[in-house]
């Protein structure tokens, strides 16, 4: 157990809709990176966050947003969803500062049909 | 810009062979270099890091790396594969602490009985 935990572990939804997946990092941790996983594209960067600010951003669509709470944990906002938008999408914490290994939480899988 | 190349997308060794991933990176600076693996419907789980110092990394499971500057490789090596083994295994690269990972596309290893 990588200690992040993402919810719902699956979702199904249809196109045009609009699903909140949600993070909790590891206590302590105030980084947290957003991933897609899908066959065609592989492992992406979407965004990070640290300690509720905006760090940085990847290849994430502007259909796409996020945020961090106060109490760290975080939410990626989907809309207008495509049928290409079905993947799976990982969360990532890590320490402040220099925190160097990243841990993923088991991931939300999504489907639009 | 950053990249990670995974030579072999599908690899497959006998139970008790040698297993080897293969592993390139471009960069100009040293990294942070990472081995993680997934195993089927589940998230990430770090299987080794490399930071600074040593350049041979042992991980877990018997697993080891080798950062080599000269030829930007960190390649994954077991010298026994087991079963168990069998998974998607991806390299990641990272250049600071608190940034993003960069990842290969990942190598499928099946294990043979």
């Known amino acids: 157990d990588s200690g992040v935990t993402q919810t719902p572990k699956h979702l199904i939804t249809a196109t045009g809709q609009r699903v909140t997946l949600r993070c909790s990092p590891r206590?302590?941790?105030?980084?947290v990176y957003w991933y897609q996983q899908s066959l065609d594209q592989g492992l992406q960067f979407l965004i990070q966050y640290y300690n509720g600010e905006e760090r940085a951003k990847g290849n994430i669509l502007e259909r796409f947003s996020a945020q961090q709470f106060p109490d760290l944990h975080s939410e990626l906002n989907l809309s207008s969803l495509e049928l290409g938008d079905s993947a799976l999408y990982f969360c990532?914490?890590?320490?402040?500062?220099?925190?160097?290994?990243?841990?993923f939480g088991a991931g939300t899988r999504l489907s639009v049909l | 810009a950053q990249s990670v190349t995974q030579l072999g997308s599908h690899v497959s060794v006998s139970e008790g062979a040698l297993v080897l991933l293969r592993c390139n990176y471009s960069s100009s600076v040293p990294p942070y270099l990472f081995w993680y693996v997934q195993y089927p419907n589940q998230g990430l789980q770090l299987l080794l890091k490399y930071t600074t110092g040593a350049t041979l990394v042992k991980g877990i499971n018997g697993f080891e790396a080798e950062f080599k500057k000269s030829e930007t490789s960190f390649h994954l090596t077991k010298p026994s594969a087991h079963m168990s083994d069998a998974a998607e295994y991806f390299c990641a690269v990272r250049y600071s602490g608190n940034t993003p990972l960069v990842f290969g596309k990942g190598t499928r290893l099946s294990v043979i009985a």
């Open positions: 990532a914490s890590s320490e402040g500062g220099q925190g160097v290994i990243q841990y």
């Open positions: 206590s302590g941790d105030l980084s």
